[in-house]
């Protein structure tokens, strides 16, 4: 079976994601504005070189947080999916970044569901299957999925116990 | 009917004089820092009055504990009750012990006694140590025994089981001398002391050290060839008087379903391995101990769960120096089904070149940003710019001989190559298909070039770094292999 991301999963991530790129936004027109003068009162050449490389350091990870908060959530909800079988659960993600996990039915100990304030306004929840020592967490799903999904992975565990 | 016996704790003034000694170091610890930051005066009052009565409490607290806290042995668990105000009582079921590790720091050894700690799978196992003599030590290690089934009719064959005990392997003296040569990297740790010394020299420079520069030597360079030779030859003492106190008298005990190993010569270490608990297997090799023609191994097993640590010392089970040709029928008789080494299929190393060239790149901007602004001298930073990339080329063509990985008879064998600046560790692993818990397949923008990825193999491990097993720049078509495989492994299960 296969199951994909909820709908609303690029709201979802924007708005857990949105408070932290306005933090830091924040942070760098409060150096921009008042902290940069009053650290470096000099006009040597290293402290220019120093000014110029937080200055690039502070853009390269506000690109960075902004691709986080309005880019990659549209990319995960595009390329996310989760199969499961009778012998294993799967997970792929990212397309740049491609990553797959997988877990054979058999090892998996514990099936999490998670539901923040945000997911529940759209009626989203994320999956956490564990096994003895890590663990797959998967995004936004919806909570019926969800629901469906911890019963059939439970179902398919308990099945292969009484095989066994 | 159920057998029980009920053990207190041993050694009343050894349970006092641990708990004094803790508390003085630490307290000279603070005093130390304290006494840099405040007045003479101040430390002054306050040591002896903090110091006694600090001795004192933690003299109370241990006379408490000593009478507060025992044990019960039963059939198929240990009980420990302890605790005055906070009563707490632990059940222990043998089922779930993996491991039973005996401490024996010097002054358990003055009193002949033993910390004896229990490790199971579980993630938090941060149970009660327990201070006993050797007969309850004896007592404890043979209910274990006789649970597991191994001393059926203890009575009857309690003379028989002393037999089958067989040391498989005993490290002598000249192997932990090669393994403490080998196992340390004398040369960078000299290079990088070298260095530094030489900067600060540099930087502070005295009439006096041109004067023995100019008047003993006459020439720099002897001057500083002896700093070196001197360096290198402190940094070996070191490292060998380090791994003599703490693995002196290595020993490999084989018992008929665990194996014991103990070493220590100030504190003696003790522990008890499961033999069905053993999922892996990692022979590690540095260069010198290439050289040396010695190898290391490092078993993996199901332990602490995910901290890999007991008291920040590390746990691992590792079998020091063993000749490599010996290695093989070491691990033969260590482990079922064990066969020999499987050479595998390589990784696509047109992909390494990237991220070498990243590598480099950045190694050359460190090294501009710190002739422009730091005070080392500029020979030695193009001396470990040259030394860098040189070591990065031939970790490089390394990889391409050695890293290689396969699978078969249920289980994975996988040869890995690590490089740190001349430091090349060489790995094997063989670990049991059953062990997988996850398999993992990352692919950044530079490896889809070439259409490969990042194998992880996660699998039961007592220490994080061996439970994670990471191979880089695997075809997708590989990936699916190894899963499918995984797959039929389990189904047989």
Redesign the interface.
Known sequence: MEYRLNKNTYKIHLLARLPFLLIVIGVFITYQIFLRELIFDGNDS?SYLIQNIILVVLIIILLGIFIFTFINPYLLYKYARLYIND??IEYHTGK?????????I??VQQVKINRGPIQRGYKASSITIK????S?DTASIDTSVCEELKTVILKRIDGKNHE? | MEKIMKIKQSFLPLVISIATLKSIVSLIIFFFIVLNNFSDILGFFLIPIVLFSAIFLSCIGAVFKYFRTYYILGEDYIEIRSGLLNLKKETILFSKVTTINSNRSITSQMFNAHEVRFET?DTDNKFEVLIVDEVSYQKIIKAKETYDGVNKCAEEEEVSSKDETLIIKKITNSGLLKFSITNSNVIVSALILFGALTSFSEYFKTDYIDEVINVVLGLEIVFYLLSLVTIVCLILVFSIVRNFIKYYDFTLEKHQDYYKISYGLINKQNFTLQRRYINGVIIKQTLLARIFGICEISLIN?GY??SGKEDGEDTSYFILSVPLQKAHALLKEMMDEYDEFYSGEPPVFKAYIPKKVVSIIITIIVAILLIK?SPIHDIFIYLALILFIISDIIGLFLQTRFNRLCFKDNKIYCTDLTTTFFMYTYKKYIVNVEA??????????FQ?LYGV?DISI????DKEKD??LKLHHYTHKF?KDL?EY??EV??G?
Not at chain 1, 96 to 104: C, L, Q
Not at chain 2, 436 to 445: A, D, I, S, Y
Not at chain 2, 458 to 461: F, K, T
Request: hydrophobic letters at 40%.
């Open positions: 290293l012998e294993y740049v970044f491609y990553s797959t996990h997988f877990v054979p058999t090892k096994t003895a020592f890590d797959l066994n | 799978n199901a769960g995910s602004f997988v818990l996850k398999l993992e397949f990352n692919r950044g923008p889809r990825g996660n699998m039961y491990s439970a994670t990936f899963r995984l797959i389990n189904k299960l």
